[in-house]
């Protein structure tokens, strides 16, 4: 099969998405399939072509939303090798620009189109309107939500039962809605693949001693992330075990604000602020960890849960619809509602002897989200699509006929 991917966060830029992308694309290779890219070129205001022109960076601008750029929705220098291409289906991961591009091509190419819907952007919609206008706003992204998953796409794709429910209870949408959960390269974080030295170089550097607990969170440093919940939290945590520390890998737009909330509360000293990670060496960090902390409510998934648990590292997350499904209580972690909840179940897993348990089980579950079973359900929905168009195909086809015969019996009086 050859597979169109069409994506406006691809690497080197990393997020959930572009590392769940470049995960596909290299199990769908693995399944014997030929995969092409077209995405944003985030360096210059340039084409870019790599890798024997099967990927294609459009340029784009700047939209002042973390390091996201936006390309015009036809680009004409990329149609003609897009056609060469000759592909079977088109898969796009995001509703504007690179998005909308594919949509375009779809129909003008007659290929059917899947669609995968990654990003809740109700939760969103206050970086661009600043706190004004967020009720119309978020109708306006209802609107436009629905217009591409529903009347754009053959098939559509969500993560979990959580985004399933957006649209067919919220957005009452009338048409296949497949939940395929986001896989992961689980391997790549397995404990038994690193180097211990290498893990100690690391804690050196961060000013970590094996006598502390660390906790990790990997993510964003915006507010829908909800950090600031664990750095109170942790201010807690601190008065029983000074030895608690807080790890927060990523950057963002409030990741000053949170830094700030840190110098507050003095924690200086227990919470540490790494900032990005290269996606090479994101798995290294993971094996630092004892616990994995995320308060956020924004996600449709949340992949960062996924690849802790491969590195054997128990959960702790904000009880929401996109982690319950993953994270089971006193299996493979725990989940909490409130920033109290969130203290008592560390300083109880810090006085814990039961760490051991959640590990191996927090590795079982994530061995259930490997790129191998993901593509293949992927695959699945690439199939039905396929068989619906040629469905859609023929039956355009026989109506016209009929109208042609009708009109040769009745057309003349």
């Not at 002897?353 to 699945?380: P, W």
Request: some cysteine.
């Amino acid at each position: 099969m050859r597979i169109g991917i069409f994506t406006d966060t691809y690497p080197p830029y990393i997020n959930g998405v572009s590392t769940s992308i470049a995960m596909l694309e290299q199990a769908l290779i693995k399944a014997g399939h030929e995969v092409f890219i077209v995405t944003v070129n985030t360096e210059k205001m340039r084409y870019k072509y790599e890798n024997d022109e099967r990927i294609i960076r459009i340029p784009g601008i700047p939209i002042g939303i973390y390091d996201y750029r936006l390309t015009g929705v036809y680009p004409l220098r990329a149609i003609d090798k897009i056609r060469k291409w000759n592909l079977d289906v088109i898969h796009s991961h995001t509703e504007f620009g690179v998005g909308t591009f594919a949509r375009i091509i779809a129909k003008q190419f007659d290929i059917p189109l899947v669609h995968t819907y990654h990003t809740m952007y109700e939760d969103y919609v206050h970086y661009i309107t600043k706190g004004y206008f967020d009720k119309s706003s978020k109708k306006i992204v209802e609107y436009l939500t629905k217009f591409y998953c529903d009347k754009t796409a053959t098939e559509l794709i969500v993560p979990t039962k959580k985004t399933y429910d957006l649209f067919k209870q919220k957005y009452k949408v009338d048409r296949n809605v497949h939940i395929v959960p986001t896989g992961i390269e689980v391997e790549r974080f397995y404990k038994e693949n690193f180097n211990k030295k290498d893990i100690n170089k690391i804690k050196s550097n961060l000013g970590l001693s094996e006598k502390d607990f660390v906790i990790l969170f990997v993510g964003r440093l915006g507010k829908e992330k909800s950090v600031d919940l664990l750095i109170e939290g942790h201010y807690s945590i601190v008065k029983k075990y000074e030895n608690a520390k807080l790890v927060i890998i990523g950057d963002g737009p409030d990741a000053d604000d949170f830094k700030e909330l840190t110098r507050k509360l003095k924690l200086e000293n227990n919470i540490i602020f790494v900032g990005k990670v290269a996606w090479e060496e994101i798995p290294k960090y993971y094996q630092i960890a004892d616990v994995f902390a995320t308060a956020s409510n924004t996600e449709t998934q949340g992949l960062t849960v996924i690849e802790a648990m491969a590195a054997s590292i128990p959960i702790v997350c904000l009880d929401d619809d996109a982690f319950r499904t993953v994270v089971i209580n006193d299996l493979n972690g725990y989940l909490f509602k409130t920033k109290y909840e969130y203290r008592k179940i560390i300083l109880d897993l810090i006085e814990s002897n039961d760490l051991k348990r959640l590990e191996r089980q927090a590795r079982i579950t994530a061995d259930q989200h490997s790129s191998k079973y993901f593509a293949q359900q992927v695959l699945d929905v690439y199939k039905l699509a396929i068989k619906t168009k040629e469905e859609e195909k023929n039956g355009t086809f026989i109506n016209r006929a009929k109208d042609v015969i009708k009109k040769g019996l009745y057309g003349k009086k």
